[in-house]
Nanobody, 124 residues
Framework: QVQLVESGGGLVQPGGSLRLSCAVSGFTLGYRGVGWFRQAPGKEREWVSCISSSGRSTNYADSVKGRFTISRDNAKNTVYLQMNGLKPEDTAVYSC?????????????????WGQGTQVTVSS
């Protein structure tokens, strides 16, 4: 059974940090690119970042560039999203997704498997 399980969300003050994890089971993550998406209440789902299967290629939305870092540990079948300098506008449910192939991009239709998401709230 394929599962992607996110963890690490929570409540943090502006300027704070969180590290999200995406643990995968049911398939070998190392053959697939992985992306992070987020969705705030009343807004459309937004692509945040993605990493290729090898980890050599990473991409970020302009809104998080320089603050967020995506990484992966294929031996642990896990992908991470380190979020620093958090802002109230980063508040959303963050979900990870495994792409159909080795490369990932901004389009949700190119992702085969999705997690349920973890809530991130940035507030003082």
């Amino acid at each position: 059974q394929v599962q992607l399980v996110e963890s690490g969300g929570g409540l943090v003050q502006p300027g704070g940090s969180l590290r999200l994890s995406c643990a995968v089971s049911g398939f070998t993550l190392g053959y697939r690119g992985v992306g992070w998406f987020r969705q705030a209440p009343g807004k459309e789902r937004e692509w945040v970042s993605c990493i290729s299967s090898s980890g050599r290629s990473t991409n970020y939305a302009d809104s998080v560039k320089g603050r967020f870092t995506i990484s992966r540990d294929n031996a642990k079948n896990t992908v991470y999203l380190q979020m620093n300098g958090l802002k109230p506008e980063d508040t959303a449910v963050y979900s990870c997704a495994a792409a159909y192939g080795q490369i990932c991009n901004i389009f949700p239709s190119t992702y085969a498997y999705w997690g349920q998401g973890t809530q991130v709230t940035v507030s003082s």
